[in-house]
């Protein structure tokens, strides 16, 4: 079956950096669109920032442009996030997850599968 398992998170201070990886099994990866998304206590999960199956297409949510990069590799079937200048409201635990469509979506609800996440705390 398809898991999707993040690894990575943990807490930082502020202004700090740290690499999330999204492991893929089960699918045939290279066809996937991939997204991040993150979850706050309290409140709903947000989009962070997704790509196309090729890497060439690439979208990001307002509050991390400039801060987050995505990107994957689909000879090792894993996503990666890398988040730099994290601020504590960037505490949430981050989820990676996966769409047929292969296009990369904004959207929760294009997405066909879906990771446990991994939590990130970033201290002030």
């Known amino acids: 079956q398809v898991q999707l398992v993040e690894s990575g998170g943990g807490l930082v201070q502020a202004g700090g950096s740290l690499r999330l990886s999204c492991a893929a099994s089960?699918?045939?990866?290279?066809?996937?669109?991939m997204g991040w998304f993150r979850q706050a206590p309290g409140k709903e999960r947000e989009f962070v920032a997704a790509?196309?199956?090729?890497?060439?297409?690439?979208y990001y949510a307002d509050s991390v442009k400039g801060r987050f990069t995505i990107s994957r590799d689909n000879a090792k079937n894993t996503v990666y996030l890398q988040m730099n200048s994290l601020k504590p409201e960037d505490t949430a635990v981050y989820y990676c997850?996966?769409?047929?469509?292969?296009?990369?979506?904004?959207?929760?609800?294009?997405?066909?599968?879906w990771g446990q996440g991994t939590q990130v705390t970033v201290s002030s």
């Open positions: 089960g699918l045939t990866f290279s066809r996937y669109g």
């Open positions: 790509i196309s199956w090729s890497g060439r297409s690439t």
């Open positions: 997850a996966a769409e047929a469509n292969g296009l990369g979506s904004t959207r929760k609800a294009a997405y066909d599968y």
